[in-house]
């Protein structure tokens, strides 16, 4: 009976004013989109809701549906959309390259690749000053592995469970969730490590992590000493001790884990792991793919909140806006390791991506948009927060900036999933009354929000509202 339930919600909360106005819709209608999807799209590209939506155009924090439908985007294309769907800026920039030059590969010199490689690296700390463009963030996490291996002469790397890096072959070993694990040998010489995840694993509480927004598990810490976080090292100790040789080449980690829901370490966690690794001879790598732009708030890097510098740094989906980019930063020293014999990329920092690059850069800055990740981020976290505190099924509220994850549960002492079909409800109402959620977690049960980095408190008291309205809906049912 449950199944049949379909909703038509409306809600009190007003969606806040755009004045663009949408292009008329003019391809083919909807029901041959379906079919096509259905016989020539390979079907691991699986759609989000019941109904797919068919998107037509963005602006900014907000897209539009083939019927003129518009949303509040908070998912951004997967974490992609960094500054706003085609930001005017970076349209601007593109457009004026089109007309000049795509594409001659990196084996002559032109500026655009110049210019940006100078302006990326110049917002990184020393020694991390060169880098290698790649066009995805697999790609760049895959060559990330390839350069600790080839550098340290070493084979074995840590990542931890939960992680996201990548679908490649190579990356998959990284990787740590089932769902993107297919039953072909992947991931030699590649070691998992317990996620120090301070809500649903073992140990921590409400001192722990570096949020506004603390879970509400009791926790045993005090002022200046976490012993979850102790715990954990224990663990990361003992996979060194028992699982890999005395030597590694390297670790990986997520400064939030993205995919796995905003999940988040103890303070200090990763000072003390990237101490440990460097003491058996192995590189620590940051996977930036998605906390990286200023999407933290406090920090324009994500390792930068950790107080840690990473030997290599990886970079995708923000760094482009959407357009397929990513990067490899380390110092030359790393790089000079894969200098020894060729390794070419056509496509990596073609002219066009590089141009993108730069213009995402300058609308981060004259945007103010690591200010606003902060300020926003923080006022949606505290507003999330009050719910959590109404609601039995909404779990746990974290994340910085906005990187937000909110994991729902049957009931907050057993902290058990709340089941996928209760969480799609949730999920499609807020859809239907005009707000897009991502969805993440090892069973799926945790709402990620991470929207373009130009959202507004306005449109954040819609979106929480409108969450609000559906869990209020949910309660209703479940009574």
Not at 142 to 156: E, I, P, Q, S, V
Not at 266 to 292: H, M, W
Not at 296 to 318: E, R, Y
Not at 461 to 469: G, L, M
Request: contains cysteine; charged residues 20%.
């Amino acid at each position: 009976r449950q199944q049949k339930w379909k909703s038509s919600v409306s809600t009190q909360a007003k969606m806040p004013p755009c004045d663009f106005v949408p292009e008329k819709y003019e391809s083919y209608p909807y029901e041959r989109m379906q079919k096509i999807r259905e016989q020539n799209i390979a079907p691991s590209l699986k759609t989000y809701y019941k109904k797919p939506l068919l998107l037509h155009q963005g602006h900014m924090q907000w897209l539009f549906d083939h019927e003129g439908r518009r949303y509040l985007d908070l998912f951004a294309g997967i974490v992609a959309v960094s500054v706003g769907h085609c930001h005017p800026k970076v349209t601007m920039a593109t457009q004026k390259q089109l007309t000049r030059l795509w594409h001659t590969t990196n084996i002559y010199m032109y500026p655009p690749i110049h210019e940006y490689a100078e302006k990326l690296t110049s917002l990184f700390p020393d020694p991390l000053k060169v880098v290698y463009l790649t066009n995805s963030g697999s790609e760049a996490n895959d060559l990330a592995m390839f350069m600790a291996r080839l550098h340290t002469r070493n084979f074995d790397i840590i990542s931890l469970r939960g992680g996201y890096h990548g679908g490649s072959p190579y990356a998959l070993g990284l990787t740590s969730l089932t769902t993107y694990k297919h039953g072909v040998a992947n991931g030699f010489g590649c070691t998992t490590t317990m996620l120090p995840d301070v809500f649903r694993g073992p140990w921590g509480g409400s001192r722990c992590r570096d949020s506004p927004v603390q879970t509400v598990r009791k926790c045993s810490c005090t002022e200046g000493a976490c012993l979850a976080k102790d715990q954990y090292i224990e663990q990361f100790k003992d996979t060194l001790n028992t699982s890999v040789p005395k030597t590694v080449a390297g670790f990986i980690a997520e400064p939030i884990q993205g995919v796995n829901g905003a999940v988040q370490y103890p303070r200090n966690f990763l000072k003390e792991a990237y101490q440990l690794v460097r003491e058996r001879g192995g590189l620590c790598i940051s996977d930036e793919v998605q906390t990286g732009f200023g999407r933290t708030g406090s920090h324009f890097w994500g390792f930068q909140t950790h107080g840690v510098v990473p030997d290599i740094v990886t970079l995708a989906k923000g760094i482009g806006n959407g357009f397929p980019m990513a990067a490899v930063v380390t110092t030359k020293e790393i790089a000079n390791s894969l200098a020894q014999n060729l390794h070419f990329n056509t496509f990596g920092g073609n002219p066009l991506a590089c141009v993108v690059g730069a213009a995402v850069l300058d609308a981060i800055e004259e945007d103010g948009l690591q200010k606003n990740s902060e300020d926003v981020g923080t006022y949606m976290l505290l507003e999330l927060a009050k719910l959590r505190d109404k609601f039995e099924i909404v779990g746990d509220v974290r994340g910085k900036g906005l990187m937000i994850g909110v994991e729902m549960v049957t009931d907050k002492d057993s902290r058990r999933p709340l089941p996928a079909e209760e969480i799609s409800q949730i999920w499609e109402d807020c859809k239907d009354m005009g707000v897009l959620i991502g969805r993440g977690g090892l069973y799926s049960q945790t709402f990620r929000i991470k929207p373009p980095m130009c959202i507004t408190k306005r449109d954040v008291d819609f979106a929480v509202e409108v969450f609000r309205t559906a869990l209020q809906r949910h309660a209703e049912r479940a009574a």
